[in-house]
């Protein structure tokens, strides 16, 4: 399942491609033709990600609302009109939003609906405070930790009290601090939740930046250094779901590329990592950090605005304790160990992590 910057990511690069144009809108799938038809030709003022759910606001208080799920994709790309002809539509496209110069797909998502600005307040009041975006109140998420019997654990992948959190932040922050899975909330200090809001604010931007989970301490300190030099990560493919499987497309239509920007910092600056050639650069003359006018709830995301969704972070993949079980632990040397929690497997060692 994507967590958090993914979503955001996604955000971000449907906003690029869609905000300011009237992008058709169509269920070549059939399984959405009403919620398209709602869409269809409305200005796309703004999108913006809390948690996992994503929202796309349209003229006319029009609110797409996407959850994808376990399976749900989302691709957002640019194409070439006069050379390539609109993109084919492949497999179950459920949603095609298109204009002159993109196109994006959903398939498979578990909520694509069209909603009311009420029912927009009605979603967000039910999650938790996001890391990810501006503005959040951690005490909303500790009233109901420091209640709870539930294990500290289960409650950080709980999005109705923290917002944005998959398994690997999970587990990666509670060891990165220490921190016994197994405590019930109750039991936590609040000192220990104030560490790891602080450290997941920290550790989620450089996830939408890279497109990649980092929580090794020395990778982290690596890609926070980047991204203070306005170096950002390779030239990227405008794609959910090209993280792991970038392919080229016909006549290079759905791996056509954006240059991923950190603040006004084109990613052209690094020519030297990318080839050009593939580059379909979009304009971004709106001043960066701006929170848009009709937006339904306070706050933009955290950290450097990107406009792409890599095809690679960049860092090799590294985690301290995420799918290492019965392997040593970096610190200890003891086993890590595995357990399910919240219907995912947690990854702990039973040495270290003591904290409460
Ligand atoms: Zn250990």
């Given at each position: 399942?994507?967590?958090?910057?993914?979503?955001?990511?996604?955000?971000?690069?449907?906003?690029?491609?869609?905000?300011?144009?009237?992008?058709?809108?169509?269920?070549?799938q059939?399984?959405?033709?009403?919620?398209?038809?709602?869409?269809?030709?409305?200005?796309?003022?703004?999108?913006?990600?809390?948690?996992?759910?994503?929202?796309?606001?349209?003229?006319?208080?029009?609110?797409?609302?996407?959850?994808?799920?376990?399976?749900?994709?989302?691709?957002?790309?640019?194409?070439?009109?006069?050379?390539?002809?609109?993109?084919?539509v492949r497999g179950q496209v459920?949603?095609?939003?298109?204009?002159?110069?993109?196109?994006?797909d959903?398939r498979?998502?578990?909520?694509?609906?069209?909603?009311?600005?009420?029912?927009?307040?009605?979603?967000?009041?039910?999650?938790?405070?996001?890391?990810?975006?501006?503005?959040?109140?951690?005490?909303?998420?500790?009233?109901?930790?420091?209640?709870?019997?539930?294990?500290?654990?289960?409650?950080?992948?709980?999005?109705?009290?923290?917002?944005?959190?998959?398994?690997?932040?999970?587990?990666?922050?509670?060891?990165?601090?220490?921190?016994?899975?197994?405590?019930?909330?109750?039991?936590?200090?609040?000192?220990?939740?104030?560490?790891?809001?602080?450290?997941?604010?920290?550790?989620?931007?450089?996830?939408?930046?890279?497109?990649?989970?980092?929580?090794?301490?020395?990778?982290?300190?690596?890609?926070?250094?980047?991204?203070?030099?306005?170096?950002?990560?390779?030239?990227?493919?405008?794609?959910?779901?090209?993280?792991?499987?970038?392919?080229?497309?016909?006549?290079?239509?759905?791996?056509?590329?954006?240059?991923?920007?950190?603040?006004?910092?084109?990613?052209?600056?690094?020519?030297?990592?990318?080839?050009?050639?593939?580059?379909?650069?979009?304009?971004?003359?709106?001043?960066?950090?701006?929170?848009?006018?009709?937006?339904?709830?306070?706050?933009?995301?955290?950290?450097?605005?990107?406009?792409?969704?890599?095809?690679?972070?960049?860092?090799?993949?590294?985690?301290?304790?995420?799918?290492?079980?019965?392997?040593?632990?970096?610190?200890?040397?003891?086993?890590?160990?595995?357990?399910?929690?919240?219907?995912?497997?947690?990854?702990?060692?039973?040495?270290?992590?003591?904290?409460?």
């Amino acid at each position: 399942m994507p967590e958090g910057h993914t979503l955001h990511r996604l955000a971000q690069a449907l906003d690029t491609a869609f905000a300011g144009t009237r992008p058709s809108a169509a269920s070549p799938q059939g399984r959405f033709e009403d919620g398209a038809a709602l869409l269809d030709g409305r200005e796309v003022i703004a999108a913006s990600a809390w948690g996992k759910h994503l929202f796309m606001e349209f003229a006319g208080d029009q609110w797409l609302n996407v959850h994808l799920g376990l399976i749900g994709k989302f691709s957002v790309a640019s194409y070439d009109l006069e050379r390539d002809g609109v993109p084919p539509v492949r497999g179950q496209v459920r949603l095609r939003l298109l204009t002159t110069t993109h196109v994006a797909d959903l398939r498979g998502a578990i909520v694509s609906q069209v909603v009311t600005p009420d029912q927009v307040d009605d979603i967000v009041a039910r999650l938790g405070p996001d890391p990810l975006r501006t503005e959040q109140d951690p005490d909303r998420a500790w009233a109901r930790i420091s209640k709870s019997g539930r294990s500290f654990a289960e409650l950080l992948m709980d999005q109705s009290i923290l917002a944005g959190v998959g398994n690997v932040y999970r587990c990666e922050v509670l060891f990165r601090h220490r921190i016994d899975p197994f405590r019930p909330g109750k039991e936590i200090r609040r000192q220990t939740w104030q560490l790891v809001w602080d450290d997941l604010v920290r550790l989620m931007p450089l996830g939408v930046a890279f497109n990649q989970i980092i929580t090794m301490e020395d990778q982290v300190e690596k890609a926070e250094l980047r991204v203070a030099q306005g170096r950002v990560p390779e030239l990227a493919v405008v794609d959910t779901d090209s993280a792991r499987r970038a392919r080229p497309g016909p006549a290079g239509v759905l791996a056509a590329a954006v240059a991923a920007v950190v603040g006004d910092e084109r990613a052209a600056d690094l020519a030297d990592e990318s080839d050009e050639g593939d580059v379909d650069e979009i304009d971004d003359d709106e001043p960066e950090d701006e929170t848009p006018a009709s937006s339904r709830f306070a706050g933009v995301t955290r950290g450097p605005r990107v406009s792409g969704t890599s095809r690679r972070g960049g860092f090799r993949r590294k985690y301290a304790v995420y799918r290492r079980q019965g392997e040593p632990c970096r610190v200890c040397g003891s086993k890590i160990r595995t357990k399910v929690v919240a219907g995912r497997n947690m990854f702990w060692c039973g040495r270290c992590q003591r904290r409460r």
